[in-house]
């Protein structure tokens, strides 16, 4: 059977372990207990002396049963899958020779020997091992099997050449059922990281479907949709925290004219530029900011007051006009230039985000009209 490559291969061990961990100590542990009880039933029908069951059954549990249950449960605990399987490999083991060594010292062995052969099927496919153990645990078994048959001087010589076709046949169909699970386990695991893998797709997919529609394509700012979602979040958020929260528009003076001058293509440049410059800003002061429509740009942020929005407001006019872009068509200055209007909202009022968003609105057309390049103030903010 093909692995995987090497960190695959190690993921599946690492998956299949956690599966299987539980149920080969539980299989095992049934198994070890079934056989001794099938011993005894043996030696009970052979109706042998008690001194000499409990003599077999003493050192039937010291060499096999007491070993195996140590393996299984040091293989539970082992993080290495080789290691691993080497521990159920050494059970497979133990549990041969101990079955062996007892049908050897049974007077009538002919039952015990056919009952031999329920190891490989618990080994191979109760427990499971891996296909790579429970190949070389099977070899070993039919060897010791056949070796011990073919010995015996208590097996007819009629009776060896069936016994050993048992043991071969049925530890080959054992084999063939193992392979045949852990291919189907090695498919559902593909089956699982591919299915995993789609699903990781259809969330990154989602998540970016979802970015593009709350994000303005040239800028890469909130949209109009998404600026509605999180101011109303920030006018919710500000009265239960009872702290003030300022709204901020800002227009670009005279963009129109900028386009008709340098074409939409520098008028898209000039946008960027500006939705960078103001972000930087707004950002720094824990808010957010998006454009609101053409050159018209929304910034939202906790505010400690009239004065500290109106500072943040100037701080990016200055960032803009930092940028030195030339504007030869504004009446105000030969560079690119903003209008800005602020508002706040004191969280005592009963007033919605439409509202506060209408006065900033209102504060920008002031600035508007009262020369551009200047940042104008509702003044209705300082009361309440």
Known sequence: MRAFEPERERAFQSSRH????????WAGLTALVAYNALLVANFVSDQIEPAAVASVLVWTQTLVTAPCIALLLASRRCPAPRVRDAMKLATYALVVLGAVLVNRSMSEPLLDAFMLVLIPVVCNVALPLSFVSAAVGSVFAVAVFVVNVVTSAKFAPEAQGALALVYIATTAIT?????????????????????????EEVQRANAALATLSRTDFLTGLANRRHIDERFGEAVRDCRAENRPLAVLLADID????YNDRFGHLQGD?????????IAGIVEAHGGFVGRFGGEEFVAVFSSSGFDSASAIGDRIRGAVLALAKPHAESAKSPFVTLSVGVATLNPDWPEDAQSLLRR????????????RDRTELDLRAVGG
């Open 360 to 371: 900033a609105d209102a504060a920008l057309y002031r600035a508007k009209r009262n020369g």
């Open 269 to 277: 440049d000039c946008l960027r530029e500006v939705a960078q410059a």
């Open 175 to 199: 084999l063939v059922a193992n392979y045949r699970y852990e291919l189907a386990e090695r498919m559902h695991y593909l089956s699982s990281l591919r299915e995993a893998q789609r699903s």
């Open 18 to 25: 956690k599966r299987r961990a539980l149920q080969t100590y």
């Open 254 to 257: 005279h963009f129109k004219a």
